[in-house]
């Protein structure tokens, strides 16, 4: 386990320095008009674990094909996977009057199975309605592995961002994790975060191997809180000290 956990904070520290500089204590969160609420578990799934799944280079990767709005990309650190390691494990979507193909992380349809027999999933896109619900329906056109589904509305702004408040699901914040390739999105929440490095195409990547094999060992815990903040630290590394007057 030691291995894997270091891999994943050493992603942690790829991912999250550049976040430093803007988590100021000025900084304050916009208002969530529509925050993430989920119903009661139901009965057989009480006590799950609920893993809540960021999408676009956590478990997709969207590349361009036709008329593209730049406010449905994800406005992170833009990289590409070197020619030679791209997969061809992709579909396309057409939404509107755009095209997009989109590239599954490896692993990624063993991952969703997986997991969702025994977690309780959740996606959590800053992504608009429109497009992750068309990538959603490809991932999971039976509706059958991810249980709820949030997007961009449920959001919370801070600065030209969004963070993604943990807070309303109505589960226990001692049993849910958030797997995202944004720390900015962990603010909230900072306890709670899983970093991920960012999936561009790569064909040669097994993050979704690794993540599994953490979420089992976190899933022993009563608590995950004191096991990721000894993991990744994120309170500290993303300096949050962050008002949360809006909560
Ligand atoms: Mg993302």
């Not at 999933?121 to 056109?141: C, E, H, R, S, W």
């Not at 590394?237 to 007057?245: E, K, N």
Request: aromatic share 8%; proline share 6%.
């Amino acid at each position: 386990m030691s291995s894997i956990a270091s891999r994943l904070a050493h992603e942690a520290t790829r991912a999250v320095p550049h976040v430093r500089p803007q988590a100021r204590p000025d900084i304050r969160f916009g208002r969530c008009l529509n925050p993430a609420i989920m119903a009661p578990q139901k009965p057989q799934d009480a006590g799950k674990l609920t893993v809540v799944l960021d999408i676009d280079e956590t478990l997709i990767h969207t590349d361009t094909v036709g008329q593209f709005d730049e406010k449905f990309k994800y406005n992170g650190e833009e990289k590409k996977a070197k020619s030679g390691d791209i997969t061809d494990d992709l579909f396309h979507l057409e939404l509107d009057d755009f095209k997009v193909k989109v590239f599954r992380r490896p692993h990624l349809d063993w991952f969703l199975k997986e997991a969702s027999s025994k977690f309780e999933l959740v996606t959590f896109t800053a992504g608009v309605k429109m497009y992750g619900t068309g990538v959603l329906n490809k991932i999971d056109p039976e509706e059958s592995l991810i249980q709820h589904r949030f997007f961009r509305h449920n959001c919370t702004p801070i600065g030209n961002s969004y963070t993604k408040d943990l807070s309303h699901l109505g589960r226990p914040l001692s049993r849910v994790v958030l797997v995202d390739n944004n720390p900015i999105c962990f603010l909230p929440n900072p306890d709670n975060g899983i970093p991920v490095s960012s999936y561009y195409a790569e064909k040669s990547d097994d993050t979704l191997l690794t993540l599994m094999k953490f979420l089992d060992h976190l899933d022993g815990h009563k608590d995950v809180r004191p096991v990721l903040q000894q993991y990744f630290n994120l309170r500290d590394r993303l300096g949050v000290t962050v008002s949360t007057a809006h909560l």
